[in-house]
């Protein structure tokens, strides 16, 4: 299994409140991501990194923002979290290139369980 | 609209097969992808199929892919309850992009 974990895995927090969730590799792997899973709307890509300190924005990154100063962790930060921001998050990482050895396959994460009331 | 459509639902009974289907858009994709997610758990690929291909079969699993039609499906012989899980189909990132496209998923429930 590649290596990757996610902190906290579930969290409970009040509206307004900042939150961080935390990816954390042990593959060297260049790229990562940060989804967010809701019933009905599948997996939806929130930010995304191709090497530290290179982020870009997915479909819906409105209310959050996410650094990479190290190839290892990825973090995801709420500023002000609202009740909209209650999912399951999930981190994945991947290769680029689709070579003879690479499908480009991502690796999840088990998931970071966020409530917001 | 949605760059890869699936259908959200599928129940099937013990022991008979499970055919979920999936239409994607990118007719460059190189890889088309099977992934499974178990209840709590987060997605692990479960199989791929290269874009030059018709079919694979890998033991129960059968993938089968018409580039004409933009259409991938993935059959499942003998169904059993541990199948049960959400399955979303991925097309692989095409035109410099490194983001692959995801369907919403396909709930396959088995009933004994």
């Known amino acids: 299994d590649a290596g990757i974990t996610q902190s906290p895995r579930h969290k409970v927090t009040e509206t307004g409140t900042p939150v961080t969730l935390r990816c954390h590799q042990t593959?060297?792997?260049?790229?990562m991501y940060w989804y967010r899973q809701d019933p009905g709307h599948g997996l939806r890509l929130i930010h995304y990194?191709?090497?530290?300190?290179?982020?870009d924005k997915g479909e819906v990154s409105d209310g959050y923002s996410v650094s990479r100063s190290k190839t290892e962790d990825f973090l995801l930060t709420l500023e002000s979290a609202t009740s909209s921001q209650t999912s399951v998050y999930f981190c994945?990482?991947?290769?680029?290139?689709?070579?003879?050895?690479?499908?480009?396959?991502?690796?999840f994460g088990e998931g970071s369980r966020l409530t917001v009331l | 609209g949605e760059d890869v459509e699936q259908s959200l639902f599928l129940s099937v009974r013990e022991g008979d097969s499970s055919v979920i289907n999936c239409t994607y858009t990118?007719?460059?994709?190189?890889?088309l992808y099977w992934y499974k997610q178990e209840p709590g758990a987060g997605l692990q690929l479960l199989t791929y199929?290269?874009?030059?291909?018709d079919m694979k079969q890998d033991q129960r699993l059968t993938v089968l892919l018409n580039k004409k039609d933009k259409h991938l499906s993935l059959r499942i012989a003998d169904t059993q309850t541990g199948d049960s899980a959400i399955y979303f189909c991925?097309?692989?990132?095409?035109?410099?992009?490194?983001?692959?496209?995801f369907g919403r998923g396909t709930s396959l429930i088995v009933h004994p």
């Open positions: 990194s191709y090497g530290v300190k290179d982020t």
């Open positions: 990118d007719s460059s994709s190189t890889y």
């Open positions: 994945a990482i991947s290769e680029k290139d689709q070579g003879a050895t690479n499908t480009g396959e991502l690796f």
């Open positions: 199929i290269f874009s030059n291909m």
């Open positions: 991925a097309e692989s990132p095409s035109g410099g992009s490194y983001i692959p496209t």
């Open positions: 593959e060297n792997h260049r790229y």
